[in-house]
């Protein structure tokens, strides 16, 4: 018989358990608790995580078969449905937030070390998109999306180097992709990577007044005047290399600074993009 850890208990050992005490001293989390701490609350809906459940009910079916070895796993003990549904409740979720956030921190350090990147990129290039995912009504009843249909909207920051999320933000549905923008503390000297669905010029100059720069793919429609060009090397891929600026009143008053436009074909996927960015200095 295995005398050993189990794979969870093994997986659990990777997380640094001070950090996780300091976050919940933060905020108080496990003032006057007598058994079922923060600590058991995430290692609780971490298993339901890793074991794929579907609902609270699900995991204390789950964790039912497992009483044995409840203090091996770290759930401490009298789990029930309702005192778990009432620490995700009435928990600060700022503990597991703060928690999550210097996780990510310490994944970066250790993968940032076994990375091949350009070392002229000095700093930091994350990529910001958003998915919607598909929710069902009847369950889900507050994501409304149409008709007879409910979602939510994931917006995601997502660091190049380290393929690391730094950063999510969860709107309903509805919520236009750009919007997702407002939510983000840019980085000073940052690089950020954009589709041409989060053109908006006002955002635009937000990023810029970060000290932060930006890469976005343009529309078709983009009113501009060329300023000024340089001979491209096609050899790369670049078609050309302009020097613009944007036309109309209303463009030139959310942002009147010039922008470098590059034209690049992709030989493995045969087509062409149009990229937007801030000239260098």
């Not at 078969?65 to 778990?84: P, Q, V, W």
Request: glycine fraction near 4%; aromatic fraction near 14%; proline fraction near 1%.
């Amino acid at each position: 018989m295995n005398q050993g850890k189990y794979v969870f208990s093994q997986i659990v050992t990777f997380l640094p358990t001070r950090i996780f005490d300091r976050c919940v001293s933060s905020f108080q989390g496990d003032k006057w608790v007598k058994h079922f701490t923060c600590w058991n609350q995430l290692m609780c809906m971490m298993f339901g995580q890793l074991s794929n459940r579907d609902s609270l009910r699900d995991l204390l079916v789950c964790l039912t078969a497992h009483k044995t070895k409840h203090y091996h796993l770290g759930f401490g003990k009298n789990i029930s449905r309702s005192n778990l549904a009432e620490a995700n409740e009435k928990r600060d979720c700022q503990i597991f937030e703060m928690y999550a956030y210097e996780l990510i921190a310490e994944a970066q350090k250790v993968c940032l070390s076994n990375v091949d990147f350009d070392k002229s990129i000095t700093g930091n290039v994350y990529a910001f998109d958003s998915t919607t995912i598909d929710l069902c009504l009847n369950v889900f009843w507050w994501a409304t999306f149409r008709r007879a249909k409910g979602a939510i909207k994931l917006h995601t920051l997502l660091d190049i180097r380290t393929a690391i999320p730094v950063f999510m933000h969860i709107t309903p549905a509805s919520v236009h992709d750009v919007n997702g923008l407002d939510f983000i503390n840019y980085e000073q000297g940052g690089y950020y990577i954009l589709d041409r669905g989060y053109i908006d010029f006002d955002r635009m100059a937000t990023i810029d007044k970060h000290d932060s720069y930006f890469v976005i793919r343009s529309k078709a429609n983009l009113s501009f005047d060329r300023v000024s060009a340089q001979k491209p090397d096609k050899n790369s891929g670049i078609l050309c290399d302009q020097r613009i600026k944007l036309k109309g009143a209303l463009s030139l008053e959310k942002y009147e600074k010039e922008f470098r436009r590059i034209k690049f074909y992709d030989s493995e996927q045969k087509r062409s993009y149009v990229f937007l960015s801030l000239l260098s200095d």
